[in-house]
C-alpha cells in the first residue's frame, strides 16, 4: 500500500502557558499565537500537509479553530479525556464546537502518560474508558489515537489495533503516506519558524532519506 507521500504536522498549546509545566518540556512545545498563524499560512499553501493538534487545550478552540477556518483548513485533535473541563484544557462545550466544525476528534489518552509504559497496567482506561468519554461529548465514535509524548513499541501497536483504532498517530518526524495506519507526525516547537518548518518537515526526501526513513519506522514498530 503505497499512498501519496504527506507531511503531518503536530501544534500542542498556542499563546503563553497558564501555569507552571505539567511535564518536563512542556513549554517547549507551546508556540506564540503570531508563529502559529505564520506557520499555517505556509501550511495552507501545501497540499501535502495535514494538521493535527494534542493535549486538548483552551487554545485549540479559541485560536486554532477560527484560524482553521478563516484558512479553510481542517485538521485532527487529540484531547486528554482526563483533562477535559479543567482549567486551561477543552471544556465539553469547546470540544463539541471542534467536532461540529467538521474537525476530526481522536484521544490522546485518560492521563498523558507514556502507554509503553502505562498500559501495563490501565490499557483498559486509556484506550477504551478514554475514547468512550470522549465520544459522549463529540457523538461520534473515536477511532484515531495519537501516542502520548510518541512513544510506543509492538505492544502498544498491537493493543491499538486489537482495540480496533483506524489510524494511530506518533511524533516520529518522518513522512508519513495517505491511507496507512500509523501515521508519523512532525512537532511544532517554541522556537520555530515558516522558515525552520520549511527546511525540517516539507523539504523533499532524497532516495538514500527514505530508505533511512523506512529503516527507522520498521524498527520503532517491532522493538
Ligand atoms: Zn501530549
Redesign the pocket.
Known amino acids: 500500500m503505497n499512498g501519496t507521500e504527506l507531511r503531518n504536522i503536530s501544534f500542542?498549546g498556542i499563546g503563553t502557558p497558564d501555569g507552571p509545566e505539567r511535564e518536563p518540556d512542556e513549554h517547549r512545545y507551546w508556540v506564540t499565537e503570531s508563529a502559529f498563524l505564520r506557520v499555517l499560512d505556509l501550511c495552507a499553501e501545501q497540499s501535502n500537509v495535514r494538521l493535527s493538534f494534542?493535549?486538548g487545550n483552551a487554545s485549540d478552540a479559541a485560536i486554532a479553530l477560527p484560524a482553521l477556518q478563516e484558512r479553510g483548513l481542517t485538521a485532527d485533535f487529540f484531547p486528554i479525556a482526563d483533562r477535559l473541563g479543567t482549567p486551561g484544557n477543552l471544556d465539553h462545550d469547546a470540544l463539541q464546537a471542534l467536532a461540529e466544525a467538521g474537525m476530526g476528534v481522536g484521544t490522546?489518552g485518560a492521563a498523558?502518560r507514556p502507554w509503553t509504559k502505562a498500559l501495563a497496567t490501565d490499557q483498559n482506561m486509556e484506550l477504551e474508558d478514554a475514547r468512550a468519554r470522549i465520544a459522549d461529548v463529540t457523538g461520534r465514535p473515536v477511532d484515531t489515537a495519537a501516542c502520548?509524548?510518541g512513544a510506543y513499541d509492538r505492544k502498544v501497536l498491537q493493543a491499538l489495533r486489537t482495540a480496533g483504532y483506524r489510524t494511530v498517530f506518533t511524533s516520529d518526524a518522518r513522512p508519513a503516506h495517505e491511507g496507512r495506519w500509523l501515521q508519523p507526525r512532525y512537532s511544532v516547537e517554541a522556537d520555530d519558524t515558516p522558515e525552520t518548518v520549511r527546511a525540517r518537515m516539507l523539504a523533499p526526501r532524497s532516495a538514500k532519506d527514505r530508505v533511512v526513513d523506512r529503516a527507522v519506522l520498521m524498527v520503532k514498530a517491532w522493538r
Do not use: A
Open positions: 500542542h494534542d493535549d490522546h498523558h502520548p509524548f
